[in-house]
C-alpha cells in the first residue's frame, strides 16, 4: 500500500473542524526512535528509518511536491535489510555493523478518526523539552497512478474544512530544528526540506 498525506499545524479550531463529523476510532501512545548513520545517508534522501515501539518500518518516497508527500512504507525486517542492503543476522545487527545510530526519540499521543474515505490523525509529540501539535489527512492507495487522484481528494476535503494550506514540518524535522541544527542544516541542503 501507498501512503498518501497531507500535514497540518493543528490548533483548537482545525481540530474541531476536522472531528465534528468523523467518527472516532481510537487513541493511541506509542514511541517513535529514528535511525541514520551520522552522515546522515538516509534522511538526505527523503529515507525514514524508524522502530515505533519495538518494530522497524521504512518510509522511502514516491513523490513530492508543495502540498504532500507520498511513501512506500516497508514493514517487515527482511525486506528493510534488502532495501537497505545491510548484511547481518539480523537487522538491528545490520544496522549496527553500518554504523547507523538514534537520531530523534519522541512520543506520540495520537488520536484517529474516519471521515469518508480518509484517515485523520491528530497528534501531540512530547520531545525532551517541549510539545508539538500536528495533524493529518491520509488516503491509502494501492497504485503510483492513484497518487495524483488521491491527492486531489485530500486538498479537497481539507479545503471544505477550511484548513490553512502552507508549509508544515513533520513531528521528527521539527525535532530535528529544535535540538539538532546541524542535521537540520543537511536536510535543507540535501532539499529535502525547505527553511
Known amino acids: 500500500m501507498i501512503e498518501v498525506e497531507r500535514k497540518f499545524v493543528m490548533n483548537k479550531e482545525n481540530a474541531d473542524s476536522l472531528t465534528k463529523n468523523a467518527k472516532f476510532l481510537r487513541e493511541i501512545v506509542f514511541t517513535d526512535i529514528y535511525y541514520d548513520t551520522p552522515d546522515h545517508k ?9 522502530k515505533r515501539n ?5 518510509k522511502i518516497p514516491l513523490g513530492r511536491n508543495e502540498q504532500a508527500d507520498q511513501y ?7 525486506e528493510i535489510k534488502k532495501e537497505l542492503k545491510l548484511n547481518g543476522k539480523d537487522l538491528s545487527e545490520g544496522l549496527q555493523k553500518n554504523g547507523f545510530k ?10 484517529k478518526y ?3 474515505q480518509f484517515t485523520i490523525d491528530l497528534d501531540q509529540v512530547e520531545f525532551k523539552k517541549g510539545t508539538y501539535c500536528i495533524g493529518e489527512i491520509e488516503l491509502m492507495v494501492k497504485t503510483e497512478s492513484e497518487m495524483e487522484k488521491a491527492l486531489q481528494q485530500i486538498s479537497k476535503f481539507a479545503k471544505s474544512q477550511k484548513l490553512t494550506f502552507a508549509p508544515v514540518r513533520g513531528k521528527v524535522v521539527e525535532y530535528l530544528s ?3 541544527p546541524e542535521h537540520y542544516k543537511a536536510l535543507l541542503n540535501a532539499g529535502v526540506i525547505k527553511a
Open 42 to 50: 538516509l534522511t538526505t534522501k527523503d529515507i525514514w528509518l524508524r
Open 54 to 58: 519495538g518494530k522497524f518500518e521504512l
Open 72 to 78: 512506500k512504507e516497508i514493514e517487515t525486517e527482511d
Open 102 to 111: 538514534e537520531f530523534c526519540t519522541c512520543t506520540t499521543t495520537r488520536k
Open 114 to 116: 474516519k471521515n469518508g
Open 178 to 180: 529544535r535540538f539538532n
